[in-house]
């Protein structure tokens, strides 16, 4: 595979794991537990829009055919949005919202740390903007887990259930294609199987922190990076989608 | 109009959020020259998702069209990228008078090296004695404080 489509399909993956799960914790607007939280998991929100729109718009560049961010972010189909299936889960309980949160803030830290010093400038430049707002949303995702985790039996059981529940998507995130080695070889992105070790062990000792077990490593769901997503896409999209299917081509 | 000139022109567009602080004392204008006769501005957006950068940039574009320029460039760059440092003098000093308490200087505090909250000082009545309400405030750039002495909730412009 050319670097060129590779690089494409590795930054449409980054763009599409940040607007989704961005998208995701929009929904949370005006629902938040407490005014605090609320304003907190909207500007976590915000920041991961932003680093979609940033790397959006250098996807369109790469690809040279004048794409523009809105273009890839709202008029593609279902199968082309390679997003991780963990970003696309329902919110369910905020319990739900931050197992999913947290597993995704450690992967996001640990990948963005070493996109810091990419071979390709613009990459870099992204990730070293990127990493500073990443560092606080983790840092927020750790103590939620602890303060669920470790507070009382109701929140501790129903936290507990969430990991587990959400354990079987974490595997995608680390699963590895073609246009991956060629990002690896070029020195553009990291190699994630180095990653998943050290993902594990900082989300084992949280949890531990947090009074919590790590779930077992049992079958894990795959698939995102062909773009065949779970369930839950297609309500996304529709969503997400219906200003530009309804009025093609409105802008803010 | 020289380079400076210029400077003192962005001067006096103001942060659509915090209306005390110009975009040059925010430090979101990197550059402003003339190339080729027209005015080349260089900005940086403080947090990747600040919904205020396109705004930021109409205004700039308003103030150089009210002084007769049609042929002007507003370019963003990401990198290096932009920190609480770039914020001026003038600018803290504007933020604080605002009610606004600006960011510690790295320096100031030891509790950082143990990873403790920044000790962050009151703009109302000067106390050290506060604490973190949200790390998340009413703008992506702040955080939410409250003063244990006058008990005043306050926006602090966080450090990064």
Redesign the interface.
Known sequence: MEKKQALFNYLLRLADNSAILGHKLSEWCGHGPEL??D??II??A??????S??LYTYAGEVEGKGKTEDDLAFLRIEREYKNALITELPNGHYGDTIARQYLFDQFNYLLFIELEKSSD??V???A???I??IR?HL??SIEWTLRLGDGTEESHAKIQEAFDDVWAYTGDLFVQDDSDLVIIAEGIGPDLKAIQPIWREKVKATLAEATLLIPEDGWMHSGSKQGRHTEHMGHILSELQYMQRTYPGCE? | MTDEELWDLLDEVMDPEIPVLSLVDLGVIRKAEFVAGDPVITITPTYSGCPAMKVMEEDIEAVLQGVGFDEYTIKTVLSPAWTTDWITEKGRKALQDYGIAPPEQATSDKGALLGHPKEVTCPNCKSRKTKMLSQFGSTPCKALYQCNDCKEPFDYFKCI
């Open positions: 605090e939280e304003i907190a500007n976590t915000l920041d991961l829009l932003g680093h729109r940033s400038e613009t870099a430049a992204i070293a903007k990127a500073k707002e606080y840092r927020r803010w």
